[in-house]
């Protein structure tokens, strides 16, 4: 029995772990083998050029752009998302309309981003578009502008898009963990006089921490890229004067526009270790003692 088992257990797992090899693990490899060489997607011929692709990035002063852009909204991505997410799920604890709300905030996630590229599009359009509309009728016309085409507003434009894609998300996520918190305790804390930034901040915040960590994790990742909503939104894309130029950008440009692969490749490489240094600096940062709830 004990062998039959173990055949099971081998035909069980070898065929995942042979599609994980071949559609994971292969071509993370071959991006790691061609940011060596100077492959341009269509010679066979191919020379290694060992550490040039990468040294030439720190001098590419696109790149460097595009990383201080992916740099700007790896803060304010995961910070202004957190806390929305944080404010809305707290803000709606306890309410009848709980489920409504939970839908209302949830439907962007059922939009492709696509979608929510145009339609933001649509949102700042200079002569028809919604955000000038509605400064317009409040009276405040002198801050109309046309967002996608100013330097300075164009990336926190994107930004503003990238967050209203995400913190329904969130809402429903740290609603759940809010939940499963015993009422015992804030019974507890409202008889000691505490108050309701109180209760979150000695309560609520350390209990539901876990996800909050999760969530600077996964938000940092999706901070680091920016792609899709950068390609479709901003004019170029990638302006007005490469001020929406991001990393994912980058590399797509050099890969499928100038046949530049093997620098691609270098970039995504980067792109690679910097995420999986950023997501163990999150985890090591953010982690706090655990809270154990009786």
């Not at 990336?155 to 740290?174: E, Q, R, T």
């Not at 015992?184 to 209990?207: H, M, S, V, Y």
């Amino acid at each position: 029995m004990r062998h039959g088992r173990y055949r099971f257990l081998a035909g069980a797992m070898i065929p995942p772990l042979l599609l994980y090899a071949v559609f994971v693990v292969s071509p993370y490899a071959q991006a790691f083998y061609l940011a060596f060489t100077d492959f341009n997607g269509v010679s066979s011929d191919v020379n290694i050029v060992g550490l040039d692709n990468f040294t030439r990035l720190w001098s590419d002063p696109l790149f460097l752009s595009a990383l201080r852009h992916n740099g700007l909204m790896l803060v304010v991505v995961p910070l202004v998302t957190i806390a929305l997410a944080l404010f809305f799920a707290t803000s709606t604890r306890g309410s009848r309309l709980l489920r409504a709300y939970r839908v209302l905030y949830f439907f962007p996630q059922l939009l492709s981003v696509a979608i929510i590229a145009v339609l933001w599009q649509f949102v700042y359009t200079p002569n028809s578009g919604l955000l000038n509309g509605f400064l317009d009728r409040i009276g405040l016309s002198t801050l109309e502008r046309s967002w996608l085409a100013e330097p300075r507003f164009a990336l926190w434009c994107v930004m503003a898009a990238l967050i209203w894609s995400a913190v329904g998300f969130y809402v429903v996520l740290f609603a759940a963990a809010i939940e499963s918190i015993p009422a015992d305790i804030t019974e507890a804390a409202l008889i000691d006089g505490a108050g309701a930034f109180t209760l979150f901040w000695r309560i609520t915040l350390p209990l539901v921490w876990d996800s909050v960590q999760v969530a600077f994790v996964y938000l940092g990742i999706i901070a680091l890229d920016g792609f899709a909503l950068v390609q479709i939104m901003t004019v170029g894309p990638g302006g007005p004067d490469n001020s929406t130029e991001v990393m994912g950008l980058s590399l797509y440009r050099n890969a499928f526009t100038y046949g530049k692969y093997g620098y691609a490749s270098a970039m995504g490489v980067a792109l690679f270790f910097l995420t999986l240094t950023l997501t163990v600096l999150m985890l090591r940062v953010t982690r706090r003692e655990r809270v154990e709830m009786a």
